[in-house]
């Protein structure tokens, strides 16, 4: 399940939300629900869990968080 939330985080690497300030905001979620439908991702709301901790320590990284 991680090599899975890895690959969906890495499919989402341009679908960054980007403030003004020209900050990272976060993923977009339309976005986010597309790769996982693409990628017949078969427990959804698990793997939001996944992605949005993951966010929040590339936003630490960045930076943003």
């Known amino acids: 399940m991680n090599?899975?939330?890895?690959q969906?985080?890495?499919a989402c690497s341009d679908d960054w939300k980007i403030t003004p300030q020209g900050q990272y905001k976060s993923?977009?979620?339309?976005a986010l629900g597309a790769v996982m439908?693409?990628?017949e991702v078969s427990?959804?709301?698990e793997?939001?869990?996944?992605i949005i901790c993951m966010?929040?320590?590339a936003l630490e990284v960045l930076?943003?968080?």
């Open 27 to 30: 993923i977009d979620k339309l």
């Open 63 to 65: 930076g943003n968080g």
């Open 47 to 50: 793997m939001l869990s996944n």
């Open 3 to 6: 090599l899975e939330a890895l």
């Open 37 to 39: 439908k693409m990628m």
């Open 43 to 45: 427990n959804q709301k």
């Open 55 to 57: 966010q929040h320590a």
């Open 8 to 10: 969906v985080f890495c």
